[in-house]
């Protein structure tokens, strides 16, 4: 009776080694970032210069937001600009300002820097920039602009 039990413990083992040994997959493949899902917008930020030297007049960094949908540019979006944290505003004096995309899918505001003597200490300054969709679904980046005293 030993030898019987033996044999059906072993029998599930040796199909089981035989079944993993089969599986040929190696790597996983990484879906499409343009579907198939809800969400085919997506959005780039970058600030140009993204380092100003602070003087007595206030310095300027362009903040460029580029919109796509599904890897083509997407002309006619609106995207909310914020300055999330640090000194400043955009060129409107305000600290959120929205702009619609052009027709290259870009969307850009001017950020302006605090003087030299309105800064004690070099710091940073972190700009959000959100594309408005009525979807649950949202694309948020955010890009820093070092601010060096002079």
């Known amino acids: 009776m030993s030898r019987k039990k033996s044999f059906i413990t072993v029998i599930p083992l040796i ?8 599986c040929k997959l190696k790597d996983v493949t990484q ?3 343009f579907g198939p899902g809800t969400m085919h917008l997506a959005l780039d ?3 140009y210069p993204n380092v100003l030297y602070m ?5 300027q960094a362009e903040i460029r937001a580029t919109v796509k949908l599904g890897g083509k540019p997407a002309p006619g979006e609106v995207v ?3 300055v999330d944290s640090g000194p400043g505003e955009f060129s409107d004096y305000k600290d959120r ?6 027709q290259n899918g870009v969307a850009s ?17 972190t700009i959000k920039a959100q594309i408005q969709t009525a979807s649950p679904d949202y694309q ?6 070092r601010l060096l005293r002079h």
């Open 15 to 22: 199909f089981f080694v035989l079944l993993a040994g089969s």
């Open 31 to 33: 879906p499409d970032p």
């Open 45 to 47: 930020l970058e600030a």
């Open 55 to 59: 003087t007595s007049s206030r310095q």
């Open 80 to 82: 909310f600009f914020t």
């Open 97 to 102: 300002t929205s702009v619609t995309t052009d």
């Open 109 to 125: 505001v001017t950020y302006l820097s605090p003087t030299g003597g309105e800064i004690s200490r070099d710091t940073f300054v």
């Open 140 to 145: 948020i980046r955010y890009v820093d602009i």
